[in-house]
């Protein structure tokens, strides 16, 4: 478990299969459109991203922590110039 720098939330990490990391809000939420399925092993679990929420899933459903934190702005990047 992990803690959003800027609202202070509880989170945890999980890594897409394209491999990036992606901050997932802890408590689990029936209409999230994040599928969250344990690996295994000690690394972070596995997070397939939905268009929305899915009808039947094998893991949790979430929602990403930047869809919730209301600082979220603060930390997307910038294009690039």
């Keep these: 478990m992990a803690q959003c720098r800027s609202c202070l939330a509880p989170i945890f990490w999980a890594v897409t299969k394209n491999g990036k990391l992606i901050p ?3 408590s689990t939420n029936l209409d999230g459109n994040v599928e969250i399925t344990p690996t295994g092993g000690d690394g972070p679990p596995l997070a ?3 268009a929305q929420a899915p009808a039947l899933t094998t893991g949790t459903l979430h ?3 930047f869809a919730t ?3 979220a702005a603060d930390h997307r990047r910038r294009p690039a110039r």
Excluded: A, I
Aim: aromatic share 0%; with cysteine.
């Design 24 to 26: 997932v809000d802890l």
């Design 48 to 50: 397939t991203v939905h």
């Design 63 to 65: 929602h990403t922590h």
């Design 69 to 71: 934190c209301p600082m």
